[in-house]
Nanobody, 126 residues
Framework: QLQLVESGGGLVQPGGSLRLSCAAS????????IGWFRQAPGKGREGVSC????????MYADSVKGRFTISKDNAKNTVYLEMNSLKPEDTAVYYC???????????????????WGQGTQVTVSS
């Protein structure tokens, strides 16, 4: 059974940077696409970014395009989300999730993902 653990969240000032990690165990990420999602208080869970099983395809929400970068290290069984130029509206709990690639429809649909981590809090505030 695949298990995912996020880390790297914290408090950062606007304009700052954080790198989130999603470490997998129990199976190899070679078979899975990994998505990053976030959920702010009182809001639904939204897709932030996704990377295909090989790492050859990356996808981003418009709100983070140009600021966030997703990458995958299959040798370390870990996916990263580099977040730069952070804004207060990026404040949320961030989750990573895994699903079998390819997806038959939009990457940000929750139905594609079978395994979820417990989440890590990101707070952007001065």
């Amino acid at each position: 059974q695949l298990q995912l653990v996020e880390s790297g969240g914290g408090l950062v000032q606007p304009g700052g940077s954080l790198r989130l990690s999603c470490a997998a165990s129990g199976d190899t990420l070679v078979h899975y696409a990994i998505g990053w999602f976030r959920q702010a208080p009182g809001k639904g869970r939204e897709g932030v970014s996704c990377i295909s099983s090989s790492g050859g395809n990356t996808m981003y929400a418009d709100s983070v395009k140009g600021r966030f970068t997703i990458s995958k290290d299959n040798a370390k069984n870990t996916v990263y989300l580099e977040m730069n130029s952070l804004k207060p509206e990026d404040t949320a709990v961030y989750y990573c999730a895994a699903g079998r690639w390819p997806f038959g429809s939009a990457w940000y649909l929750l139905v594609h993902y079978n395994y979820w981590g417990q989440g890590t809090q990101v707070t952007v505030s001065s």
